[in-house]
């Protein structure tokens, strides 16, 4: 640990008396008689003096180790935390972290002793709110306190800045794709069955009911007396997956195995290796748990970063998660992003604005019909001022009557280095229509940036509705196609997504998105969905409860239509959700 500069000779003196007392050590072997004994008394004296140094040692640091008084800022986006908070200190070494005190944040300031002077870096303080009935992580993780930057400047440690952000939803899906390929093979001496080996087949993380737990399934073979046997076995280990207090900066969470895992295995085979599961769990955990938590972490870390329309978290900032609860839907999080000193507040990000911005939208015809032919199609063609940037940029396509309006795709990509692009426009036939024209608006939004286009409906002859056919889609050429169902909900309904995929040997990725008018058009994630490979029907419920704060915390006042938006391969769908009052 390091020591204050006005410690330092008696560090010396420490460093030279234990010298002494070395070579007296060495010295002391080769002597007899009276030599002998002059030489221990020599080294009983030395001993004494080193430990009168020590003793002196620490009362300088003490006396040099200056308190600090730092202000805790924070900046709450849900809008739901408390104000009750605690500071805590904590001793890092090469042995982990102690905690040395635990001070409660009053009027904003937490009162620290102690822990400044040359001896700051082997502090690190954490920042936790209490009386909070779903709170179980920390508001902030400081890492080895920093040196100040200069003699003339502000300690940075006299500050800390906390963002709250809003909740993100970490899907099992999304966990599961740690898993490593199977099938796998594990052997393990068992006895008087001799070898016996584990083929595992089917190994996930799975999320029911409060609890994660790793779920693995498939056949454990004997080969030895009284004959070869094979038996269908199952496991299940509940896990412990929980915010990290620890100092390093890129682990937000953590797993640990809970209650003791179970192995069901019928016949001959299962009676014998029951003391085989701590085994079989150990192996298991490190082949799929252990990567999910590294998965989570990185997921965690861009999931802020897009949510703060950053291609990155800003540097010297730290990122804890507050919040962790386990539901049907997966792990919801709540993060919080801190820094010292004011460098979250003085931080100015790149602007998408600054580079690129819309320049014109344009739809050709301007008035379509409804008849389905094609005189009911139009094209829509959005320009840049400049060439896109590196990885493009998605331009966000709505229109304020999207009962008789269908844009194709929802978000329109376009691609680097290039400044221009193009959509498509329907006309939808409704059983009964005005008689006179429907003016439009549609609209392109990139970031804060709107332009708008306008467009009229030409009410054609009242269109026959099909029913929608109840037998599976053919699977479509492009990726994915996508449709939600039912299209009018309230916030406390789960509608449905479908997925009709394309045949293909692996698994698709989809991200989903939700956006509206009051979002000013800008896409928000709301959950990640991996399609199984050979899949090419598929379902995910929409968890509309879990984005109502957000939408009514930003100007949703239902009734109001909600775009959902989902992303495959590059290649976008979107469906319009129509949310009402409950």
């Keep these: 640990m390091p020591n204050s500069p006005e410690c330092q000779p008696i560090v010396d003196t420490i460093s030279n008396l234990i010298s002494q007392e070395k070579t007296a050590r060495d010295e002391l072997v080769a002597l007899t008689g009276v030599n002998k004994w002059k030489k221990m008394q020599e080294l009983g004296t030395l001993r004494q003096q080193i430990a009168e140094q020590q003793r002196l040692l620490a009362d300088c640091e003490k006396q040099h180790a200056a308190d600090l008084a730092t202000k805790v800022v924070i900046i709450d986006l849900p809008g739901n935390s408390g104000p ?10 090469s042995d982990g972290q102690t905690l040395k005190q635990t001070v409660t944040v009053q009027n904003g300031v937490a009162n620290l002793l102690g822990i400044l002077g040359g001896a700051r870096q082997s502090f690190a303080i954490t920042i936790e709110e209490t009386d909070h009935p779903t709170v179980n992580g920390p508001d902030f993780r400081s890492g080895p306190l920093p040196l100040p930057v200069s003699p003339n400047s502000p300690d940075p440690i006299e500050r800390i800045e906390i963002v709250i952000l ?4 970490i899907t099992a899906d999304a966990m599961t794709q740690a898993a490593p390929a199977l099938p796998i093979s594990l052997q393990f001496p068992a006895g008087p069955v001799g070898t016996l080996t584990f083929s595992i087949t089917d190994l996930r993380i799975v999320v029911a009911s409060g609890t994660v737990s790793l779920s693995a399934s498939g056949t454990a073979t004997g080969a030895t007396f009284p004959f070869p046997t094979t038996s269908p076995f199952a496991f299940n280990h509940t896990l412990h997956v929980f915010p990290s207090f620890t100092m390093a900066p890129s682990i937000v969470i953590e797993a640990l195995p809970g209650t003791a895992p179970v192995l069901s295995m019928p016949g001959l085979v299962g009676s014998i290796v029951q003391s085989l599961v701590p085994l079989l769990s150990s192996s298991l955990i490190d082949r799929a748990v252990q990567p999910m938590v590294s998965l989570l972490n990185t997921i965690i870390a861009k999931r802020v970063a897009i949510v703060l329309g950053l291609p990155a978290l800003p540097s010297g900032s730290v990122l804890s998660v507050r919040e962790l609860q386990a539901n049907d839907e997966g792990l919801t999080i709540t993060p919080a992003l801190g820094a010292f000193g004011t460098l979250l507040s003085d931080f100015q990000p790149q602007m998408l604005d600054a580079m690129v911005r819309l320049a014109a939208l344009e739809v ?17 063609r959005v320009d840049l001022n400049a060439p896109a940037p590196p990885g493009g940029v998605n331009i966000l396509l709505s229109c304020d009557r999207s009962d008789v309006i269908a844009i194709d795709p929802a978000v329109l990509f376009i691609a680097e280095s290039v400044a221009t692009g193009s959509f498509t426009l329907s006309g939808i036939g409704q059983p009964l229509m005005p008689l006179s024209h429907i003016d439009a608006s549609v609209r392109a939004s990139l970031g804060t940036q709107t332009v708008t286009a306008p467009l009229s409906i030409r009410p054609d002859n009242p269109a026959t509705v099909v029913p929608a056919a109840t037998t599976p889609v053919a699977p479509p050429p492009s990726p994915v196609e996508f449709t939600v169902q039912p299209t009018v909900n309230t916030f406390a309904d789960k509608p449905t997504a479908y997925f009709t995929v394309a045949p293909r040997a692996t698994s698709l990725d989809v991200q989903m998105f939700f956006t509206c008018t009051a979002l000013f058009g800008v896409p928000v994630p709301l959950r990640a969905v991996q399609i199984p490979p050979g899949i090419t029907n598929y379902t995910a419920p929409i968890p ?9 915390k930003n100007g949703f006042s239902p009734p109001a239509d909600l775009t959902v938006i989902a992303v495959a391969e590059g290649v976008s769908k979107n469906a319009v959700l129509r949310i009402v009052p409950a």
């Design 364 to 380: 050709q015809p301007a008035s379509i019909g409804t008849s389905g032919s094609a005189k009911s199609v139009a094209q829509g």
């Design 544 to 552: 509309l409860g879990q984005i109502q704060d957000s939408l009514m």
């Design 166 to 169: 809003d909740p993100l939803l």
């Design 84 to 93: 009750n908070r605690i500071a805590r200190t904590w001793q890092l070494s």
